[in-house]
């Protein structure tokens, strides 16, 4: 059974910083790109970072310089470094592994940004 088991989300004041984590088990952590999208209410699920198995790094444009995606494969886990975080960043993060056609999701975690 695949399971994307993601946390770290909440309530932070814009200028700050949340670090989401996705913990993957069921699947070969190592042959799968690994990314996070973001869902904000009405809107569709945009990529906003992706990482493949060699290391490759993707950004939407507008997180580019403020969020950071890394990988560990010891631990099966990919993480979210989002710095900088604006109110219009606020929205449910999922955790996404792929394979060629092949996709599994996490339950997604919200992000808050506000004052």
């Known amino acids: 059974q695949v399971q994307l088991v993601e946390s770290g989300g909440g309530l932070v004041q814009p200028g700050g910083s949340l670090r989401l984590s996705c913990a993957a088990s069921?699947?070969?952590?190592?042959?799968?790109?690994m990314g996070w999208y973001a869902q904000a209410p009405g809107k569709q699920r945009d990529l906003v970072a992706q990482?493949?198995?060699?290391?490759?790094?993707n950004y939407a444009d507008s997180v580019k310089g403020r969020f950071t995606i890394s990988r560990d494969f010891a631990k099966s886990t990919v993480w979210l470094q989002m710095n900088n975080l604006k109110p219009e960043d606020t929205a449910v993060y999922y955790c996404?592994?792929?394979?060629?056609?092949?996709?599994?999701w996490g339950q997604g975690t919200q992000v808050t940004v506000s004052s």
């Open positions: 069921g699947i070969d952590f190592n042959r799968y790109a």
């Open positions: 996404n592994a792929g394979r060629g056609i092949v996709h599994y």
């Open positions: 990482i493949t198995s060699p290391g490759s790094t």
